[in-house]
Every structure is written in structure tokens, then in C-alpha cells.
């Protein structure tokens, strides 16, 4: 069970409140699958490939 939402534009993982901090969309889903966690998008390979320029929590996959 997921109570974080996860950004629907970014896929950002947010804990509270109804902005998302990364791109400032507002729209969320709970349904969400996996995530990586990235503290240093400048060097991680991941991070780049899913276009993340910052530090926090993303979902991989969307559900809904
Ligand atoms: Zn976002």
C-alpha cells in the first residue's frame, strides 16, 4: 500500500502537500511501482536517463 503520491509529470514521489516540488505540477496518482531513490542526479546514470535533476524519491513505474 502506497500512501506517497507520486507526480503524474515527473513522477516525483511526495510525501505531503499538493504540489509537487520538482516541477510544480498538481496532479498525483497513488498507484505507482518501484522507485530509486537519486542523491546525486549530476552522477547517476539513472537519474539522467529519466531526465531527474534533482535529489529525492521517484516512482518507476505509473500505474494509472
Ligand atoms: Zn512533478
Given at each position: 500500500m502506497n500512501r506517497e503520491k507520486a507526480c503524474r509529470t515527473c513522477r516525483f514521489i511526495v510525501e505531503?502537500?499538493?504540489?509537487?516540488?520538482?516541477?510544480?505540477?498538481e496532479t498525483f496518482t497513488t498507484f505507482w511501482r518501484g522507485y530509486v531513490v537519486i542523491t546525486d542526479p549530476d552522477n547517476s546514470e539513472i537519474a539522467q536517463k529519466m531526465e531527474i535533476t534533482r535529489k529525492g524519491k521517484f516512482a518507476l513505474r505509473l500505474s494509472r
Open positions: 505531503e502537500g499538493d504540489k509537487c516540488p520538482n516541477c510544480e505540477g
